[in-house]
């Protein structure tokens, strides 16, 4: 049975891509249009046997911090634009998207 969860909420911002992991056990966000300079926006939320939420919402840099573009320009915003668990070799990998703003 679906268990509805609201991103007002879980306070995630605009999603733009969302998994749920193999076992059940973890759902993945990835954020939209995001201006955290830091790209904290891979949203990470455990849930339960009855797939209800078990704590808030753990974010995680959505590229990796070696990666000489880690650090977005206060100008800039980064969208997670595909989230794919690889649960064969324990991994997750993240298609992402950034760029200047303009208004």
């Known amino acids: 049975m ?9 306070k ?7 998994t749920v992991s193999h076992d059940g056990k973890t759902i993945y966000f990835g954020r939209y249009l995001s201006y955290e300079h830091d790209r ?5 939320l455990s849930l339960d046997s009855n797939g209800q939420p078990t704590g808030n919402v753990s974010y995680f840099p ?13 100008d800039s915003i980064s969208s997670v634009i595909k989230i794919i668990e690889d649960y064969n070799h ?8 950034s760029s200047l703003y303009y208004i």
């Open 40 to 44: 904290m926006n891979l949203g990470v």
């Open 90 to 97: 324990n991994k997750l990998y993240t298609i992402t998207r």
């Open 62 to 74: 959505d590229t990796d911090p070696r990666n000489p573009e880690y650090k977005l320009p206060y």
């Open 12 to 18: 995630l911002g605009y999603v733009s891509s969302m």
């Open 2 to 10: 679906p268990i509805p969860l609201s991103r007002e909420e879980l």
